[in-house]
């Protein structure tokens, strides 16, 4: 079993900015595909960012640009840097750990964008 759990959400004004955390137990986190999906009201989960074991990243086409998606595999962290946020990017986000096809959730950690 793996623990992931989120941090850093909160409330920030349009056009601010915001970095999440997500920390996963296991000694083999490097071997570990991990990523971001968020979860608005009335939606459905969708995905946000993910970055794979060798570093490879890839990024919803709404958050292209604005967010990054980083690993430490010392720290067993992944982090989520946000820039110039929207309204529509308020939800709760989640953090994916996924290994074998196995996936492991938080969760969540509520970011909210509103003046």
């Known amino acids: 079993q793996v623990q992931v759990v989120e941090s850093g959400g909160g409330l920030v004004q349009p056009g601010g900015s915001l970095r999440l955390s997500c920390a996963a137990s296991?000694?083999?986190?490097?071997?570990?595909?991990m990523g971001w999906y968020r979860q608005a009201p009335g939606n459905t989960r969708e995905f946000v960012a993910r970055?794979?074991?060798?570093?490879?990243?890839n990024y919803a086409d709404s958050v292209k640009g604005r967010f990054t998606i980083s690993r430490d595999n010392a720290k067993n962290t992944v982090y989520l840097q946000m820039t110039s946020l929207k309204p529509e990017d308020t939800a709760v986000y989640y953090c994916?750990?996924?290994?074998?096809?196995?996936?492991?959730w938080g969760q969540g950690t509520q970011v909210t964008v509103s003046s």
């Open positions: 970055i794979t074991t060798g570093g490879s990243t």
């Open positions: 296991g000694s083999i986190f490097s071997s570990y595909s």
């Open positions: 994916n750990a996924r290994i074998t096809g196995i996936n492991f």
